[in-house]
């Protein structure tokens, strides 16, 4: 899958960020992380870096930020913005920064992603596996804030974020309006197969 000939892959560079952070607001927007928005990128320390995809204009369609501690590495963040998705070029992001991980010698990258089928389909296709899974459970309006409390002086907790255990999932679907599976993806970067070569071997 190439992207399109307008499309370039770059190191992400300061002058990106307000293309940035609308790119990924946009994307984020109809997914199950609609109000994970953050007005302006995390700053990312080498050997951590940033690369993007800009379009003939310059204007940022499609991010990926990698954390690196030691030999594994991590997703945080991926997007493509949504008038050019499924074009390639979230996958293309991910083949430059493979290189790059594969050149540090780089063994792994993981990620996490919640229940959207655009995010979990592009990580199975992309030769990862699904190696752990967990709860993210919020508390919102309506819900049963029984349990959780605040310092004396304070109201009760407005809304909550916590984690809990997936065996707890039917209990806590029945009790909370919002809470999502998240699971822990793994690439294994040592065997150097493209991902051309996985995508056929994934048929
Ligand atoms: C996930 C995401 C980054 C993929 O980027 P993209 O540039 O559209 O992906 P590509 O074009 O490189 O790859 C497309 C492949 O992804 C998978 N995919 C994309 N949308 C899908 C969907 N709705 N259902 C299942 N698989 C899907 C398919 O395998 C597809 O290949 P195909 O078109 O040959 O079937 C993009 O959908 C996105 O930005 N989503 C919103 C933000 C997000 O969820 N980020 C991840 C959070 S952890």
């Known amino acids: ?49 940033g690369l993007v995809a800009v379009d003939g204009e310059g204007r940022v369609i499609g991010l990926l930020d990698v954390s690196i501690d030691a030999e594994a590495a991590t997703i945080h963040s991926i997007a493509t913005h949504p008038s050019h998705q499924g074009a390639g070029i979230g996958t293309a992001l991910l083949e430059a920064a493979v290189g790059r991980l594969a050149d540090g010698g780089v063994s792994s990258i993981d990620a996490w992603t919640r229940e959207d089928p655009a995010a979990n389909g592009w990580y199975r296709r992309n030769g990862f596996s699904e190696t752990f899974q967990y709860l993210h459970v919020h508390l919102e309006d309506g819900d049963d804030a029984e349990g959780f409390t605040t310092p004396p002086g304070f109201s009760g907790p407005v809304r909550a974020f916590v984690h809990a255990g997936i065996e707890r999932e039917q209990e806590l679907r029945e009790r909370f309006a919002r809470v999502y599976v998240c699971r822990q993806y793994v690439r294994d970067l040592s065997d150097g197969t493209s991902i051309e070569a996985r995508v056929e071997g994934a048929g």
């Open 1 to 49: 899958m190439s992207t399109s000939p307008a499309v370039a892959i770059r190191p992400y560079e300061a002058s990106d960020e307000s293309s940035w952070v609308r790119c990924r607001a946009l994307a984020f927007l109809t997914t199950q992380y609609y109000d994970d928005v953050w007005p302006r990128r995390p700053d990312v320390s080498a050997p951590s870096f």
